[in-house]
């Protein structure tokens, strides 16, 4: 649970948290000091405070979980479970409507029911290896994506963007939750070279 709220966390709930935790840090710094001083202000309760505001947000600020991503490229960890195992990736004319689902130990089902095509780039290993994406068979509605292979999505509107699968944990298959990390690169020319 703990592990889950961690890479949850949005952008302003991590900043917000990571300025009250260095606010809480100087606090200690300057208690430290008027203590050695002998200051006859009090440091303590300021400092306890701005703790226990950095912990119990930490813990109960409410958040969604992230299921976009409006970045041409970038890595993400994610329950495949959960939001009928749909994430977004890009925006505007970029964007991706990716789907996955449980398959193997070691893989996922990869559809292409929100992007026009989904295709596997066997061999690539890396993004930097596919030149030509549009050679690659798109005639199937799912693939099966093994972790460490390449598949090449089309969206709706001629753009192309390479996933590549990194992990999967599955609780059916005895890992303590259901997850999955890929990284993917969108090329915003809509061309079909990633070279």
């Not at 405070?49 to 299921?67: E, M, N, Q, R």
């Not at 449980?102 to 029911?113: E, I, K, P, Q």
């Not at 999505?153 to 990390?181: P, W």
């Amino acid at each position: 649970m703990f592990h889950n709220t961690l890479y949850r966390l949005e952008r302003n709930q991590k900043v917000s948290l990571a300025c009250l935790a260095t606010l809480f840090l100087v606090l200690c710094v300057v208690w430290s000091i008027t203590d050695a001083m002998k200051a006859s202000f009090n440091m303590e309760p300021i400092v306890v405070f701005f703790g226990g505001i950095s912990t119990l947000l930490a813990v109960w600020w409410p958040f969604s979980p992230g299921y976009r991503d409006k970045r041409l490229k970038g890595r993400i960890v994610a329950d495949f479970t959960c939001n009928n195992g749909r994430f977004s990736i890009g925006n505007g004319e970029l964007t991706f409507e990716l789907k996955f689902s449980r398959a193997g130990v070691d893989s996922l089902h990869f559809y292409n029911d929100h992007v026009e095509s989904v295709a596997l780039i066997p061999g690539a290993g890396a993004f930097e290896n596919v030149a030509d994406c549009t050679s690659a068979n798109f005639t199937s509605r799912v693939v099966n994506l093994a972790e460490g292979q390449i598949a090449c999505v089309k969206n709706k509107l001629g753009h192309y963007a390479l996933v590549q699968l990194l992990s999967v944990r599955d609780t059916k298959r005895g890992d303590d939750r259901n997850e999955f990390s890929f990284r993917y690169l969108i090329n915003p020319k809509q061309a079909t070279n990633f070279t």
